[in-house]
């Protein structure tokens, strides 16, 4: 196997400038590093990695811990992380917690035992504490979901925001019966988006009956099940919102089976929107009708959370945490199609 100095006789160079070259330190002619380069394809050298990292105490390795990594939701914030993490040379290690608290936590101890400079995530225990982290000067920075005994930082959505519009824009439309399908309440996600819905409709005078209110538990299952149980309600609502991409796709297939047309007989809000493939192609054009979305920037929500997870292990390094508890709040957007239309009322 070649070494340093196999690069540095073939070069002509001394070690310490193929160390230069190699640990990309300034101060080196571009001439001289062309040489440098040439020699290590030539003998396939690599420089060692593990070794640096003990050197300078940093991997240029981030951790990324999330519920799904299958939800379209999770792998467009993932997108995100990734362009961020390539213009900033940082390699990402992704785990997937499958909504399960333990495993994520033997997934946080193993990033921790990798010498990992810094995690994202997305944790699925409401009472997640982040003490074990700090207690190990871990940088951390949350996204999507805040636990309930953390105050960032993080990277969020304006989640109340996006569903008090998304149910006033129902209310306006003339709907007075509207039932919400929800995430667990003690994840901070639903709980945002349900205060959203009920915030819109006290505002409006409206009540909100026994059973108008159902936890699908973000799930697509969920979603069917709830859709079911509401439709059987008397008096049945006229219009459903499902505060996430796979309960909105549970929601219609729910409807498919019970034959009520949309938005004839009842109307659709979903919430997620997305593209799939270079062209930009969205997913909500292979549905007639064509659901009603509130969008979340998922794209958006990865870099500025890679963005932000830099500046904390920075601060670390330089034995500070300015910031530590930012909460970053990106905007939604009301994308109206063909999925709500004003009720007729029995």
Known sequence: MPTIRDVAKLAGVSVASVSAVTNNRTGVSRKLAERVWKAAEALD???????????????????????????????????????????????ILICDSAADSALEQRLLNSLMARRVDGILLASVDPHFSAHQLLRRRMPVVFFDRLPASCRGPAVMVNNVEGSFEA????????????????GSLAISTAAERAEGFRNAMGAAG???????????????????????????????????????YEMTLGMLRALRELGIKCPQEVSVMGFDDFVMGADGFSW????????????????????????????????????HQDGQESVVRLRVELRVRESTAPPVLS
């Open 284 to 319: 909500a054009t292979m549905f007639s009708p064509q659901p009603t979305t509130v969008a979340q920037p998922s794209y958006e929500i990865g870099r500025e959370a890679l963005k932000l997870l830099l500046r904390r292990i920075e601060g670390f390094e330089d034995g």
């Open 45 to 91: 050298y690599h420089p060692d990695s593990l070794a640096r990292s003990l050197r300078v105490r940093r991997t240029e390795t981030i951790g990324v811990v999330m519920p799904q990594i299958a939800s379209p939701f999770y792998a467009e914030v993932l997108r995100g992380v990734e362009t961020e993490a390539k213009q900033k040379d940082y390699s």
């Open 167 to 182: 149910t006033r824009y129902l209310i306006n439309l003339g709907h007075r019966r509207i039932a919400i399908i929800t």
């Open 206 to 244: 409206l009540p909100i009956p026994e059973g108008y209110l159902r936890s699908g538990e973000f799930r697509l299952e969920g979603g069917y099940k709830c859709a079911l149980e509401m439709m059987k309600l008397s008096p049945r609502p006229t219009a459903l919102f499902a505060t996430n």
